[in-house]
């Protein structure tokens, strides 16, 4: 049994970024599931200039009715606007391991940790691309020490306390010197720190934020149509002919399909919009509950 997915086409720019988020959507439909190229499509959503058609026409549908879903996304989320363009450029020309560490918040932490998470050829490409900043005296390093042991300097140095971490750090450093702070880092901060330098930063949060939103709108309509999709086959598996409808919270169009029976193969199956949250369980080929649409 193959169904098609209504809302799972996308137009792209033509580019190497958007020919792999091709392969990928092309994989999953086949497959009718997402496997490890979830997150890969995700970070390459977020950078290559597309247009959802389906998430267009639907939100003029939404306007007209003046319903807005919840969490459902401006539009202007999917315009990548000409001053965001060069920094969206320099993380698709990072390699998949190396953006999704560029685009994830990252605390300070030691090179050998961050080597551990992400590797090491991700630190070398960051550094070489200038989305690395670099930690390596010890008075750097305090600023990244929890507040414990802050204090356990502290006391070896006989600074005086303060109100907060920064004070803190300051009051060590101006009694303390560069040799004398290195022997008395914790093991794991005597390595180098590296931060990166988030390109994130550099955009608007609220497009950040909106882009981000109907990125996740997408995978998780695709997613559910995976799932229910599923719910049919097994529907079909087991001789039970109709699949029942069911939905906590419906919007106006979702509502006249409400904990309706649909005869799978006949019936539009959900999702029937981006974003719908309409799911299908197994109903058993009773003809006395099957309400006709």
Known sequence: MHFDCPFATVQLQGSPAAQRV???????????SFGPE??????????????????????RKFSALGYKPRMWPAPVGLVITPDCDAVLS????LSVGTRKAAISWTYPMPAGLFKQ???TDALDELDKSGHIEWS?????????????????IQKSVSARGAKNKMELVERIIAV??????????????????????????LLDSDWV????????????????????????????????????LQTDTCCPICSPFQNRALEVGRDDLPPYHPGCSCSVFPLSSNPARLRSR
């Open 209 to 244: 934020m909106s882009r981000r939103q109907i990125v996740g709108l997408y995978l998780d309509t695709v997613t559910m149509f995976f799932g229910n999709m599923r719910g049919a086959a097994y529907a079909l598996k087991v001789e039970d002919k109709v699949e029942t």
């Open 176 to 201: 303390a010197g560069e040799c004398q702070l290195q022997a008395l880092l914790p093991a794991e901060a005597k390595d180098e720190y590296v931060r990166i330098v988030r390109l994130l930063d």
């Open 117 to 119: 998470k992400y590797g």
């Open 38 to 59: 979830y997150y890969e499509l995700a970070d390459l959503l977020f950078t290559v200039p597309f247009s959802w058609t389906a998430f267009d026409e639907w939100n």
């Open 22 to 32: 091709q392969e990928l959507v092309s994989s999953s439909l086949q497959r009718q």
């Open 136 to 152: 390596r005296t010890p008075a750097e390093k305090l600023r990244f020490l929890s507040l414990s042991e802050l204090r356990n």
């Open 90 to 93: 320099s993380l698709r020309s």
